[in-house]
């Protein structure tokens, strides 16, 4: 019997190219690639193709490219869409970022759905956590489902969501997206060190990681499960979050003060509890996580293998057991504030747009402490509620106590999805502010379209999947951009319940549809 084709897009990038390893390790599997016309690809492809040989057919070209997707189409088995700009080189070129993560899934989706093989062909999609917005202490877990409000100037989580919607929208035969929270991998310190970008997260946001081996796994798992029988039933055409689990649940302040302990320090030696964005970013804690492991058992990694990992393979941690910790801030991470993709480039340069939206304001901003032993952390049981009492930091992470931090979905999740109706169909559209137009649906048919209308008289047709197990609403309102989230949050209760954590309830800011763009005319790295 000939091997299925598995075509996996991004395989130059840090989780497409695990993907590719633990798939073709395997043996099981024909693979097939799709790599830029560039001399780094070229070299990488030298190395593929001796590694491989004829497992492995690698073709040249560009995932935008309706031809090449059509290809892709006549061959593969199972399409893994791992391919993304992604933050910081989508914050420097967005339109590249567009092309590919937005032009390049539809070209892809499009060669799919048109295609005489179509009901043989698999499609996964990452997606990821970025779709989600912003969660303090206050949400600190989240699932599908849940409201759709990507931050601010966050262009790429724009494509991605649009990206997703078009897949979701696309009447595959058979189709997943994975959406993946922020990935470990053994480029991670190197690469922030380059960019402003490592100071968009916040100490006090909640992160569940996860690794690049393991997601790796993950797509092996799908390839081998499905095309042996073996699979779980009911796997197919759902929405998973891609999370490594309990010891990966950590927060922003644990991140950089692991990766920083490898020097034998801590973030305080290094950072500024200013220097960071108070809001504005993403990441939670996966409520439902561990369904898509009770799937395809990927999880193999833990967070101390992972820095375990880190610190065996990087041999400048050993320099910070060495150089003054003063010298190290200096030179390796206040240099970066001449960045422009930096809070505080934005600080000193007056760009007041960035500064509302990752602080609140510039009064804000500067009542933050500049002194550590001032500053509240949500890790050391530092914040205080409304009501007075301490928020107790390892309460809230047991997931045995998380039900009481999750959001409303607007409808009665009690019951199972065969029991929901059109009367369900309105109550969440109530919830988000809107209509359900359609008087009536078949019981439990959740992929057949519906007629909405949202708060502002706008109607579209979606299917219930989308709009109550994916959380997406109005196509031309709530996706941003522009950004006008401060005023859908009092229209929307979907949106309300988690904005106003970290919005005031009289903030009216509104960020036109080009707004990430301010940054660019002085930006060195978008000239490149």
Known sequence: MDKKVVFISGASGSMGSQVLEC?????????????????????????????????????????????????????????????????????????????????????????????????????????????????????????????????????????????????????????????????????????????????????????????????????????????????????????????????????????????????????????????????????????????????????????????????????????????????ISKLAIQRLFKDTNAPMYWINNGIEGRVNAFFGSREKWEAIPRDWKDYKLFRKNQIIDDDGNVVDYEYRRDIKNAKQFLLDHGYDESKPDSELDIEDMRQAAAFRGGKCISETMTKGDLYTKLEWECHDGHRFWSSPYTILKGGHWCPECCQPAPWNFDALAKKIPFFAQVWYDTHEKDEDKFYEKNCYEDILANDPKNKK
């Open 23 to 327: 798939v073709m390790r395997t043996h099981k599997f024909k693979g097939l690639i799709l790599l830029r016309k560039k001399p780094a690809n070229e070299k990488l492809a030298k190395k593929l193709a001796k590694k491989w040989g004829e497992e492995l057919e690698i073709v040249f070209g560009d995932i935008s490219n309706k031809e090449d997707c059509e290809y892709i189409a006549s061959k593969a088995d199972y399409v893994f869409h791992c391919a993304a700009i992604i933050p910081p080189t989508s914050d420097h070129h967005p339109k590249a970022a567009e092309k590919t993560n937005l032009f390049g899934t539809m070209q892809l989706v499009d060669a799919i759905k048109n295609s005489p093989r179509a009901d043989q062909i698999k499609y996964v999609h990452i997606g990821t956590v970025a779709e989600y917005g912003n969660r303090d202490w206050r949400h600190p877990w989240g699932r599908v489902g849940d409201p759709l409000v990507p931050s601010v100037y966050d262009f790429y989580a724009i494509t991605k969501l649009r990206a997703e919607r078009y897949v979701l929208e696309a009447d595959l035969p058979h189709w997943v997206v994975l959406r993946q929270s922020g990935v470990l991998h053994h480029n991670l310190f190197a690469n922030n060190l380059e960019d402003g970008l490592m100071f968009h997260t916040c100490w006090n946001v909640p992160i569940e990681w996860a690794t690049a081996h393991d997601s790796g796994v993950l797509l092996q798992h799908i390839a081998e499960y499905d095309s042996e029988g073996t699979m779980k039933e009911g796997f197919w055409n759902k929405i998973y979050n891609i999370g490594n689990g309990e010891s990966c649940r950590v927060t922003g302040y644990d991140t950089m003060d692991t990766g920083f302990g490898l020097m034998g320090a801590h973030a305080e030696d290094f950072f500024k509890p200013h220097w960071c964005a108070a809001r504005n970013f993403h990441c939670f804690w996966y409520y439902d996580s561990d369904l898509l492991d009770e799937y395809t058992h990927f999880r193999e990694e833990t967070w101390d293998d992972f820095w375990a990992q880190m610190k065996k393979l990087n041999w400048y941690f050993a320099l910070g057991r060495i150089v003054p910790k003063s010298l």
